[in-house]
């Protein structure tokens, strides 16, 4: 009977019963790592990894209300949290794992999936598999190859598009070819490459929402200059490979979108003649002089 007391007692002794509100009235857990995973849906599952710590201290969530939530401690004991918000940590409980779910976490408006976060702390996110293309605070991310991101001491509104419409063009130069991608939940229209000007060009029909061209930097060399209904505007690029180029802004209005760029490698083909004739003079007494010594 002692023996079975005892078991009893044990056992409860690895279950903490923690009150709600309790956590925001302690010092802030010192975190290891901190992970949020959001689905295909805009639903999250977090996971807090919390340092060990010789005295109580709480833990805030990223979101709230948490659902299914679960808190292991080192010693293989469970901790039980009544907060939907945060949980107290107790003290001496070794390295604890702190895991629930958010739901409708992130919010689909307009086509573009929109989260608004704030947390103290490093937070590590994974996209959707499906999300090739994100944007923080307006700043593209691109995820197409990885789809995880650390957000530092962390301010950001999260953005990403899942499954954006894409329209393919040509831009066409002697007998050479250059595919365009466009990525934009507007229509386009009238799209033109033009050589002499170095520039791309196409009409968009609604207004604050990303467009994203990508194209070779064969095509248009670096650096850019975007202009939307021939006003120069603020715009973002990105590195997709060596040879590929992405360049993003969010127009305020319908209109023709423009980019710009420093150079246009075909064409060198036309001034290569020109440039190696001017050398040709150049060089021309030098190796005159040289003739006679």
């Known amino acids: 009977m002692r023996l079975e007391i005892f078991a009893i007692l044990a056992i409860g002794c690895l279950v903490a019963v923690i009150p709600q509100g309790a ?4 010092p802030g857990a010192e975190q290891e790592r901190i992970e949020v995973v959001i689905d295909s849906e805009g639903d999250a599952s977090v996971k807090h990894r919390i340092t060990s710590s010789t005295e109580p201290t709480g833990l805030e969530f990223v979101g709230a209300p948490a659902h299914n939530l679960r808190i292991t401690d080192g010693l293989g004991g469970e901790i039980v949290s009544m907060d939907a918000t945060g949980a107290v940590i107790p003290a001496d409980r070794g390295v604890v794992l702190v895991e629930y779910e958010l739901q409708d976490y992130a919010r689909l408006v307009d086509g573009v999936w929109s989260l608004d976060f704030l947390y103290t702390d490093t937070v590590v996110f994974t996209v959707p598999d499906d999300a090739e293309l994100a944007f923080i605070n307006g700043k593209p991310l691109y995820t197409k190859t990885d789809k995880r991101f650390a957000c530092h001491g962390c301010q950001m509104v999260l953005e990403y598009m899942v499954d954006a419409p894409k329209s393919m063009h040509v831009a066409s130069w002697e007998d050479r070819e250059f595919p365009v991608e466009i990525r934009t939940l507007a229509g386009v229209e009238n799209f033109e490459f033009n050589q002499p000007e170095r520039s791309i060009s196409f ?17 248009l060399g670096k ?3 975007m202009l939307h209904n021939g006003s120069k505007v603020v715009f973002s690029g990105y590195d997709i490979s060596e040879t590929r180029v992405g360049i993003t ?13 420093t150079t246009v490698i ?3 083909s036309v001034f290569a003649p020109l440039i190696a004739g ?10 005159r002089r040289l003739s006679f010594h």
């Open 23 to 26: 956590a925001q009235e302690l």
């Open 203 to 219: 009409d968009v029909d609604d207004a604050d929402t990303y467009v994203i061209a990508v194209f070779d930097t064969e095509l």
């Open 223 to 225: 650096p850019y200059i």
């Open 249 to 261: 802004a969010k127009p305020d209005a319908p209109g023709r979108v423009t980019i710009i760029g």
């Open 266 to 268: 075909p064409e060198f």
């Open 278 to 287: 001017f050398m040709a003079v150049l060089a021309y007494p030098l190796l």
